[in-house]
Structure formats: structure tokens, C-alpha cells
């Protein structure tokens, strides 16, 4: 537009975009099958992580979204149909309240398929689940599988701070092997 109504004389952005920067990106797996394993393994073994192990294997084992899965209520477990109904995430704000929000995504709402492995952990969670005194309803749901010691539910920076403390300490573990 500018050149057609004479205003500069050249383009300077007539050039194509791969002969100035190289695509030097190369495609990565976040966390290999074996560490993966390995992870599990150690989370399973240790005393104080292994009552964490079925929402980690279930996190693993669906690609939920921790806010999702934190987010998620008895009733959204379709153990009949075999499928987990995903329409919603738990977010809690700076000022510590907890709200229920859509997913990320129109495509984020959805069923994720659960396998038998799967469905064995979330009884296993609805089964172990500590009974608090006044059950939490975060914007008309109740029943979150996870609660946290002030039973609230447990939202995704308590997640975060599990994977980071167990990887952290199965360097720890390996470093001490080592020696």
C-alpha cells in the first residue's frame, strides 16, 4: 500500500522469512517411556509420595491438563462408559479463590478415553478419599477427588509442587547411589 501510493520506495519486508532465520528446532519428548517408568516407580516405592501415585499415573497416562484433572468431581468419572467427561478447570486466583473456569479450548471440552489401569486408580482415589466436615462446592461442584490439608480442593500448584519435591529428591536418591 505504501509503495503503490509512492510514499517509500521499497518494501522493506518483501523477503522471505527462511532465508533470515533458521528453523533450528528439533522435536523432543518432554519425558522418555523409561523415565516415565522410572518416575512412577519411584512415587509407587516411596513412603511418603506413593499416596500421590494414582492422580501422577493418571495425569500420565490421559494427557489431562493438572487443572483439569484437579477440576474433576465423582460424577464426571463414567466408569460405565469408560471415559472421563472433561467440561470445566479448577483455577484458584492471587487472592485464593477458587473458581471453576471452561477449558483453554472449545476442543478442550471432551471425553478422554480411560482404560482399565486408569479407571483401578480413580476407584482407588474415590475409595481413599479423606471425608471432610463440610464438603467444598466451588461454584455448584462438589465430590473433587483431591483435597488439600484445609480440605479444599487441591489445585494445580499443589500438583507442581509434588513432581517438583519427588524429581528433586530422585536426583537426590541417584546422586547418593553414585557415591
Not at 103 to 122: H, I, L, N, S
Not at 141 to 161: I, Q, T
Request: proline letters at 3%.
Amino acid at each position: 500500500m505504501a509503495m503503490d501510493d509512492d510514499l517509500i520506495r521499497k518494501n522493506p519486508f518483501e523477503f522471505q522469512l527462511a532465508t533470515v532465520v533458521v528453523n533450528d528446532s528439533v522435536t523432543r519428548e518432554a519425558i522418555t517411556r523409561k523415565q516415565e517408568r522410572e518416575f512412577l516407580r519411584f512415587i509407587k516405592e516411596d513412603k511418603h509420595f506413593c499416596k500421590y501415585y494414582d492422580g501422577i499415573y493418571i495425569l500420565f497416562k490421559t494427557g489431562l491438563r493438572v487443572s483439569e484433572f484437579c477440576g474433576l468431581t465423582k460424577e464426571d468419572i463414567k466408569f460405565d462408559k469408560e471415559r472421563i467427561k472433561v467440561e470445566h478447570q479448577l483455577q484458584r486466583k492471587r487472592d485464593m479463590e477458587y473458581v471453576i473456569e471452561t477449558p483453554k479450548t472449545e476442543k478442550g471440552v471432551r471425553y478422554v478415553p480411560m482404560d482399565e489401569d486408569v479407571a483401578d486408580c480413580f476407584k482407588r482415589i474415590i475409595e481413599n478419599r479423606k471425608k471432610p466436615k463440610i464438603e467444598p462446592m466451588i461454584d455448584s461442584r462438589a465430590g473433587f477427588l483431591f483435597l488439600d490439608k484445609n480440605d479444599m480442593p487441591m489445585v494445580a500448584l499443589h500438583w507442581e509442587n509434588i513432581f517438583s519435591i519427588s524429581e528433586k529428591n530422585i536426583i537426590y536418591i541417584r546422586c547418593r547411589c553414585l557415591l
